[in-house]
């Protein structure tokens, strides 16, 4: 299993400096890849739908959020070997072409270390923002994995879809990868399911043992179903959690607590096939303790 860690791109610890430290421990950790997310605004609206339709509260943390792919174009100067993952970009809020030449450009900047991981969106303020009807979400994340796919492959480029068409054309740079892998963000069974027919790999967020390796499950299903090679398909789980000097015990959260409590969760993850697992430390309000425990914890697991 690879690990991964979230950039300071967001909460208390965001700044151009923290992030350049951050890229490079995590490169000297040996950790397999770093990872942004993207967000356009912060409503002031203090609870709304959240991804899953239920009422939640607006994190702190979207009130500044560094742009992902600039961020990872940044740290792909500072490092070497890391991987540089996106989870999630909202792949609506973007036009196709546009956002399949920014991946190509990093793909470039970092000799291939890319991995593209999008979502169908879900906030409605941001589609409002960017002029697109959110009930586009499903078919309209379809036609941009295959509009970006077109635009990383042999010119001349050309798609015809519903709702995005590129003329026959030149779409350069073209990305160093023969393949860059697109990763879905999906928590749902419909969307678990879109994954396994669109992308490479599945991005989902790991609320608790049985729930993710759930997801892992129907997705390589789905996939198998397909008469896709489901073992060559990723999966990869988002913990957005805290990590504590101090053990949490009881009650606590899965894949949250101390380095040597997630170690435990990471070894069952490990048997059940899921294939990376990135940490957002929602804890994390001192570096130093942050890289500490960061290292800490790729030293145990």
Not at 203 to 209: D, G, L, T
Request: one cysteine or more; hydrophobic letters at 40%; a negative charge.
């Amino acid at each position: 299993m690879e690990l991964g860690i979230a950039l300071p791109t967001s909460g208390a610890l965001a700044s151009v400096s923290n992030i350049a430290r951050v890229a490079r421990e995590a490169e000297r950790l040996e950790y397999a890849a770093v990872w942004t997310y993207e967000r356009l605004l912060r409503p002031l609206a203090k609870i709304m739908p959240g991804p899953d339709g239920s009422p939640q509260r607006i994190p702190e943390d979207y009130r500044e959020t560094y742009e992902p792919l600039e961020t990872l174009s940044y740290v792909a100067g500072l490092t070497e070997r890391i991987k540089l993952g996106t989870s999630i970009i909202d792949a609506l809020l973007h036009v196709p072409v546009v956002l399949a030449r920014r991946f190509a450009t990093l793909d470039q900047l970092s000799g291939g270390r890319v991995v593209a991981g999008i979502g169908q969106g879900w906030m409605p303020q941001e589609f409002a923002t960017a002029n697109v009807p959110l009930k586009r979400r499903g078919a309209g994340l379809d036609e941009v994995v295959a509009a970006m796919r077109a635009c990383w492959g042999p010119d001349p480029v050309e798609y015809q879809g519903r709702f995005y068409a590129i003329e026959a054309s030149e779409v350069n740079p073209k990305p160093v990868q023969p393949h860059v892998p697109i990763i879905v963000g999906a928590n749902t069974e419909a969307g678990l399911r879109r994954a396994a027919r669109i992308a490479d790999g599945v991005n989902p967020n790991a609320f608790s043992y049985d729930q993710t390796v759930a997801a892992a499950a129907t997705f390589r299903s789905a996939a198998a179903e397909l008469g896709r090679d489901a073992d060559a398909l990723t999966v990869t789980a988002r913990a957005n959690v805290p990590i504590t000097t101090d053990p949490l015990g009881d009650g606590r959260p899965f894949l949250g607590g101390s380095p040597t409590e997630i170690a435990g969760d990471l070894k069952r993850l490990d048997e059940a096939g899921v294939d990376h697992v990135l940490f957002y430390n929602l804890a994390a309000d001192d570096l130093d303790t942050h890289l500490r425990l960061m290292d800490e914890l790729r030293t145990r697991a």
